[in-house]
Nanobody
């Protein structure tokens, strides 16, 4: 069973940057599709960015050009570099791991962007 632990959230001013990390347990990390989702208060959980095992990526339109997802298979870790942060990026960010038959979530890390 894969377990995910997020870190790197916090309070940042608008225009600033943060890097989130998600460490995964287990030996199958390299074949997992990894993603970051976020959920703002009172809203649904939405996809922010996804990275496939082969390294291809896709992003929500709202973060294109500002956020970058990457993975280090040697460290079983996926990252989300967030630049030019806006107040509307404030949310709990969740790491997700997906493989056919398995869909695992972390507990989330809070990102607060002050304007």
């Amino acid at each position: 069973q894969v377990q995910l632990v997020e870190s790197g959230g916090g309070l940042v001013q608008a225009g600033g940057s943060l890097r989130l990390s998600c460490a995964a347990s287990g030996s199958i990390f390299s074949i997992l599709t990894m993603a970051w989702y976020r959920q703002a208060p009172g809203k649904q959980r939405d996809l922010v960015a996804r990275i496939l095992s082969a390294g291809s990526t896709n992003y929500a339109d709202s973060v294109k050009g500002r956020f970058t997802i990457s993975r280090d298979n040697a460290k079983n870790t996926v990252y989300l570099q967030m630049n030019s942060l806006k107040a509307e990026d404030t949310a709990v960010y969740y790491c997700n791991a997906y493989l056919t038959g398995a869909n695992v979530w972390g507990k989330g890390t809070l990102v607060t962007v002050s304007s």
